[in-house]
């Protein structure tokens, strides 16, 4: 029973983390109907740029977030910009998957050959800090970065629900051609759009590297989570990747706990599969194009 | 350009395999074999992939899962002993088939999704490949991998049997791509290309023909990955389930042209040298990844429809003169490809 409490709130502060990254992967699929396939690789990116800054200059991992939320900003923008915006305007669905595939290979390519493939991660000296709650083993990075996590997701929303801009977001994701219609700039809409949620990589890369070894393949399994996850919680819905990524965080953790670590990332694609059997939409689903 | 067949149609085919098989009988040397055997393997899984991502319009990310599976039948059968060389060989049609009827129930689980989402359940499958691949260490060895047992060939004639093996492979996708295109399988997949739920409601029976192509693309490409094994005789989940095997055939069949005979063959044809020489050039070093990703980036954004349909295009546009022009966009193949987005956009 000890075992799987601790396997739970583990599982609630790494799903956190994962809420972020998601957030920014389904936000981008509102918006463009892009399935960012960089999402993960932006991710490791956002470790790397930490372990940089951490390194050489000597900044915090947590406070470094303030410099890599910008630069992973303007990366999107300039994805966006230069390769997603030219695709003929037919065929965005195959063709942006498999663009964003290759700036995810790009990626991959440009830090091995800058950092090599050995794994790293981002040791700060409060790394083994931990404190104990009724006897319950909680770790001040894994505290911090839930922390960190949800105050992102909180300036998303209000972003989103506050602002003109999050307005025409907003307006766009429900119906484009109305959006457009009423004035709002498609164009400018996606690339800062496609900016916010590569941004949301930056943070959710700080706190990954602290918790986890990587190195620039690292992406592959960080994808196959977030892809799991935003389809759980219905392609678009960033309320329902959140509970998703809880929910998936929680569930591999437990299986972790309970028989393997091995098992815990495949316990994502068999629940992944069996919602798809029962509930193609996902489980908080609005209906999306491409499910049925 | 459901023509059947025609006697240019045979005669390119026929200059095509002659000149395969000739290559190693005028005594081609080793690399040029090796390099084409992966060329050739490439074509015949893009032309497998084309099957299902082509023709029916599915892009399925996971189709080197079942590469993966064929390569590991081939491993675990053949461990200790290849009974005098040839009878893996035999053996792969069985392969085939037995993955072919395994991907069935896959299929249906994940073609009840479309487009994007469907991108993603095959990209899992992937995982899920290589998950298992890695940890169910007592039949696939896990990161340590297994290996085959080395077939008795003559130095000399070392790759030859499979170099035929893959051109007759390559053969039979072919085959199956042109029947496809001639046949009402064909026809029907060109429905759910572009409408399916048209062409559900007129009577089409969207579900069989989609679960047949992908059953039988996928039984291809595991007879590809059983060839493969054999070949470089080691087997780790890293290279049997390898991400960058998908996105080939994936590649290969954007670079040529989808929902063509020859677009996938094409495809494989030009990028395979492509990669070897990126490898040859910039050594062991990641760059060969960045190489890769940029050549990707410069076909999805100047050839986002393949060289095939391009020119036919070109050619058909210039043979018409100017005012026919913006009829010939709505011709096939271009047509497939023009109806299947509206209903993505849509």
């Known amino acids: 029973m000890h075992a799987l409490i601790q396997a739970i709130i583990l599982g609630i502060l790494t799903g956190g983390v994962y809420a972020l990254m998601a957030s920014g992967q389904t936000l981008i699929f509102g918006i463009m109907k892009v399935v960012n396939l960089a999402q993960g690789a932006l991710v490791v990116l956002g470790a790397y740029l930490t372990y ?161 070894s990587f190195n620039p393949g690292s992406h592959y399994d960080l994808i196959s989570r977030l892809l799991t996850i935003v389809v759980l919680g219905g392609l678009g819905s960033i309320g329902g990747s959140v509970i998703a990524a809880l929910v998936m965080g929680v569930a591999s953790s437990v299986v972790s706990a309970l028989a393997s670590p091995i098992w815990s990332d495949f316990s994502f694609f068999i629940v992944l599969l069996l919602v798809l059997l029962l509930r193609p939409r996902g489980l908080f689903g609005a209906r999306t194009r491409g499910a049925l | 350009m459901r023509a059947g067949i025609t006697r240019v149609g045979l005669l390119r085919a026929g200059v095509f395999f002659a000149l395969l098989i000739a290559i190693p009988l005028v005594g081609a040397p080793g690399w040029i074999l090796n390099t084409l055997i992966f060329t050739i393997m490439y074509a015949g899984l893009a032309s497998s992939w084309n099957l299902v991502g082509g023709y029916a319009g599915y892009p399925s990310l996971g189709h080197v899962a079942f590469f993966g599976i064929g390569a590991y039948a081939i491993g675990i059968l053949f461990s200790k002993d290849v009974h005098g060389g040839y009878v893996p060989f035999l053996v792969l049609p069985l392969i085939g088939l037995a993955v072919g009827l395994l991907a069935v129930p896959i299929g249906w689980v994940s073609m009840r999704t479309r487009a994007d989402v469907f991108a993603i359940v095959t990209i899992t499958i992937l995982f899920i490949a290589q998950t298992l691949a890695f940890n169910l260490k007592s039949v696939t060895g896990g990161a340590q991998g297994s290996s085959v047992a080395p077939p008795p060939f003559g130095v000399d004639t070392f790759d030859w049997p499979f170099y035929f093996a893959m051109v007759i492979l390559l053969a039979i996708a072919m085959g199956i791509s042109f029947y496809f295109r001639n046949s009402k399988i064909g026809l029907s997949l060109a429905t759910v290309r572009a409408d399916e739920d048209k062409a559900h409601g007129v009577g089409v029976r969207v579900t069989a023909v989609k679960l047949i192509s992908f059953g039988v693309s996928a039984g291809l490409v595991a007879m590809a990955g059983g060839i493969w094994a054999y070949y470089v005789g080691f087997i780790y989940p890293q290279f049997a389930v390898d991400p960058l095997i998908t996105i080939g055939m994936v590649l290969m069949t954007f670079l040529g042209g989808r929902a063509t005979l020859w677009g996938p063959v094409l495809g494989a044809f030009i990028l395979i040298p492509a990669q070897e020489y990126f490898a040859q050039a910039f050594g062991a070093s990641q760059l060969y990844l960045v190489a890769y990703a940029a050549v990707f980036l410069v076909i999805m954004l100047f050839l986002p429809r393949g060289i095939l349909p391009t020119i036919t295009q070109r050619l058909r546009s210039r043979r018409a003169g100017l005012a026919a022009d913006a009829a010939s966009t709505v011709q096939a193949p271009a047509a497939g490809t023009t109806a299947r987005n509206e209903r993505i956009t849509r």
């Open chain 1, 52 to 212: 940089t800054l951490f390194t050489q200059l000597g900044i915090d991992p947590f406070l470094s977030v303030l410099i890599t939320t910008p630069l992973l900003f303007l990366v999107g923008v300039a994805v966006q910009w230069a390769l997603l915006r030219p695709l003929h305007s037919d065929d965005v669905g195959q063709l942006s998957l498999l663009v964003t595939f290759a700036v995810a290979l790009g990626v991959e390519g440009v830090l091995s050959f800058a950092y090599g493939t050995t794994l790293t991660n981002i040791q700060p000296s409060y790394a083994n800090t931990s404190w104990t709650i009724l006897g319950y083993q909680v770790s001040l990075v894994r505290f911090v970065a839930f922390v960190l996590s949800l105050v992102m997701l909180g300036l998303l929303y209000l972003i989103l629900q506050r602002t003109k801009f999050g307005r025409s977001v907003r307006a766009t994701v429900q119906n484009p051609m109305s959006a457009q219609l009423l004035g709002v700039n498609a164009q400018r809409v996606s690339a800062i759009g496609f900016g916010l949620g590569t941004a949301t990589a930056a943070a959710a890369g700080s706190v990954f590297g602290m918790l986890n």
